[in-house]
């Protein structure tokens, strides 16, 4: 497809079928067809091939190699085009205004430089042009195919007829020598040149657009070990029935949604929750599919398969997302599907008028009605969205920002609010320890440090590192003991290299009631831990956990030879550019929102430290993109700022999907934009990079229509030949990519 009037063509089509409903998608290039049995699924693609274009099913999620084909195949044409274009210009312009240079045969020299340009590099817009003349109907095509062949058709026959004895070249004028004609070649090479460069970002843009569907589908494991007849069996995900329970290793990933019959471990749930800790799961504890077994060895029994998955539900709801995008170009094919046959009909009527009303000579009327078409050729309209895109994305790479696709900069201008991931987006996605709190005489770092130093669980990495960080020294450890979902204990050594010589001179040794070198029972943990080992827990260590909770922290308590010694509060840290950014958001003047699956109160107390104007907590990840839906039903246009697999829908269901780097690579295919940059100063940074680019595009388009509005009839006047109206589209595409490339100097720091 070439245009939103293909997407059209084809839908109209395959929804004549009995029972369908199709809808076409131009930017993902995908037909979804409701209402038709899958043996009849042939039925459909013979549809679309008899309507001109071709089609194909997609088995499995996996797409055809046909769009990177024709990105290739785009690329070799403009390469070819670029190459003979610029020296068949050069050597087009010197020989025609320069006499004195020209030699015997100069002009088929030219013409024969100028054929595989206007023929096999422009053969896309042709081969459009033609199918578009057998359906009855037209589109940007048609007048890009029209103008190439006319300027080529014009040169070719001036030099076979010559002209007739005393005109000249500039009917009246009389500026330009005998030959100069021939300069048409030029137009029709440059023409072919600067439009196959548009159509080749487009359809990099519109590729790139697709891959999220593929992206999620290889997240769930293509085999599985199941339990048969007391056998492990390896099969393949497809031959894994509901109610089967299957083996998962440590290090492999869940194959399906399940509820957990044997064993105990660690399940990373990042890739669908976002949440950075692992979660700790045994028998009776549901784990999704898609997620990472870290630990233990599980055996699971399925629950859920195929598509009931929760993971083959947020593929469905971004693919929905997906299919009801739009792109700003399709405001021009719109026009162009009116304008182009209003352009063919006055360049008819210029004929004619010429012929009949005017008793001009046939040279004097073709040349007039040629100058029509030429000129009316929709070059800048073609340019207007392709170039500033370019250039707005060579602009953002710069700046950290990645601009997909036409779609991001539509949006861009007309969202009001800002959704903000919490994990990964505006905190590091990594715990840190941000506290220590000794509740009697022992310090408790140093022994929760040695019993957590050899675990790769979130929380005990941060207090280990913690330890570091505070110059404390390793103590012997040994019987250590992880206990799944409260915590760890085992026997330390006191004494030795206690204190790193780094801040010793600031630090002082803790005073304890313990011995030196005799071990003693450390545990590390939450309430059930401690009370699993008799040790009591203090009101005020009580109160000490709900404050953390609140604060949207963690705390885990130590105990030391079965008393309390205190508590150590993680958290996973806001970034510290994360205030600024949403301050600067709210400059933009748009209502910023927290988005977490958190609790409401460490929601609200991450939310009033980074400044948004509002907080929606306890979200699951499915009901991320229905929260984007109930925003929008509410008359918000809304952006959508992530990084997980659970935000992939709420990503491509948002008006503006903006990923973070660290994110997925199902999240970075699902969003508009893709933040490259670590500081979150680049969200406003991005959002005003798409509206700038936006508003040149709008310019561009302006311009392109002011200039056939105003050329039109000039040239339908006889006021303007072919020669001049070939310079006049050109420097019509001039101005566009000139105003387009004012966006190198763009700065986001000057709005």
């Known amino acids: 497809m070439t245009c939103a009037a293909c997407a059209a063509r084809i839908e109209k089509r395959l929804n004549k079928l009995d029972g369908v409903r199709a809808t076409v ?41 046909g769009h990177a084909d024709r990105v290739k195949m785009l690329w070799k044409r403009l390469l070819v085009a670029a190459l003979l274009t610029v020296p068949l210009g050069d050597v087009a312009i010197v020989l025609a205004l320069a006499p004195q240079m020209r030699f015997p045969g100069w002009e088929w020299v030219l013409i024969v430089c100028s054929l595989p340009v206007v023929f096999w590099c422009a053969w896309p817009f042709h081969k459009a042009a033609w ?25 070719v026959a001036s030099t076979v007829l010559g002209s007739p004895p005393g005109e000249t070249r500039w009917f009246g004028y009389g500026l330009a020598p005998a030959g100069a004609d021939t300069l048409y070649l030029e137009v029709a090479s440059a023409v072919t040149t600067f439009l196959l460069a548009g159509r080749y970002v487009e359809a990099r843009s519109k590729r790139a657009a697709r891959g999220v569907l593929s992206a999620l589908g290889r997240l769930a494991p293509t085999s599985v070990c199941v339990i048969r007849g007391g056998h492990e069996v390896v099969v393949p995900i497809g031959d894994l029935a509901k109610g089967e329970r299957f083996l998962v290793r440590p290090g492999e990933s869940v194959a399906t949604d399940g509820v ?29 599919g898609g997620t990472l077994n870290t630990t233990g060895a599980l055996i699971v029994e399925a629950t859920k398969i195929g598509a009931h998955t929760q993971l083959a ?16 170009q399709t405001l021009v094919d719109k026009v162009v599907s009116v304008f182009v046959p209003v352009v063919l ?29 030429i000129i009316a050729c929709p070059c800048a309209l073609g340019l207007a969205t392709p170039t500033a895109l370019m250039v707005g994305v060579g602009r953002g790479g710069q700046l950290g920002i990645l601009i997909k696709g036409p779609d991001a900069l539509e949006a861009s201008g007309k969202i009001d609010t800002v959704v903000l991931d919490k994990t990964g987006t505006l905190t590091t996605g990594t715990m840190a320890l941000e506290r220590v709190v000794a509740l009697g005489d022992i310090d408790p770092l140093p022994y929760a440090a040695a019993v957590e130093r050899h675990s790769e669980h979130p929380i005990a990495l941060a207090v280990a590192t913690g330890a570091v960080d505070a110059g404390l020294g390793e103590w012997a450890v040994h019987d250590v003991k992880a206990v799944p979902g409260q915590g760890a204990v085992g026997l330390v050594t006191p004494g030795g290299n206690r204190w790193r010589d780094r801040d010793a001179s600031t630090r002082t040794e803790p005073t304890s009631n313990l011995p030196d070198g005799e071990d003693v029972r450390v545990a590390v943990g939450n309430t059930g831990l401690m009370a699993t080992e008799g040790v009591e827990v203090s009101p005020e260590a009580s109160r000490l956990l709900d404050e953390a909770a609140e604060a949207g922290r963690t705390a885990v308590l130590v105990a030391v030879d079965g008393r309390l010694a205190g508590a150590l509060v993680v958290s996973d840290r806001l970034k510290d550019s994360a205030p600024d950014a949403v301050a600067r958001l709210r400059g933009l003047g748009l209502r910023t929102v927290l988005l977490t699956g958190d609790r409401q109160r460490a929601a609200d107390a991450i939310g009033a430290e980074v400044g948004v104007d509002e907080v929606i907590a306890e979200v699951l990840p499915t009901e991320k993109a229905a929260v984007i839906e109930r925003l929008q039903a509410s008359g918000r246009r809304v952006a959508m700022v992530g990084d997980g697999i659970n935000d992939a829908a709420a990503l491509a269901t948002a008006n503006l999907g903006l990923a973070v780097l660290s994110g997925t690579d199902v999240a970075l295919k699902s969003a508009d934009v893709i933040l490259l940059r670590r500081t979150l100063d680049v969200i406003p940074d991005a959002i005003v990079l798409a509206r700038r680019t936006l508003r040149t595009i709008q310019g561009n388009l302006v311009w392109a229509f002011a200039y056939n509005i105003a050329a039109i009839p000039l040239a339908a006047a006889g006021l303007l030949n072919p020669l001049i109206s070939g310079f006049a589209m050109s420097l019509s595409s001039v101005f566009v990519v000139s105003n387009s490339m004012r966006l190198r100097r763009f700065d986001p720091s000057k709005r």
């Open 25 to 65: 998608n131009y930017a993902t290039e995908r037909a979804i067809v409701l209402g038709l049995p899958p043996d009849k699924a042939p039925d459909a693609v013979a549809v679309v091939e008899a309507a001109g274009y071709g089609a194909s099913e997609v088995v499995d999620g996996e797409e055809s190699e």
């Open 131 to 155: 199918r578009n003349l057998r359906h009855g109907s037209t589109s940007m095509d048609t007048l890009v195919s029209l103008g190439i062949l006319a300027a080529f058709t014009w040169s």
């Open 260 to 288: 957990v019959v044997v064993g105990a471990s660690a399940i990373d749930t990042s890739m669908m929750t976002g949440e950075p800790v692992p979660r700790e799961v045994g028998e009776g504890d549901a784990v999704l």
């Open 313 to 328: 539900q947020l593929a469905t709801l971004a693919e929905q997302a997906q299919a009801r995008k739009a792109a700003v």
């Open 345 to 373: 009909g006055l360049a008819l009527v210029t004929l004619l008028g010429w012929l009949f009303v005017a008793q001009a000579g046939p040279r004097q009327a073709f040349s007039a009605a040629l100058s029509v078409l």
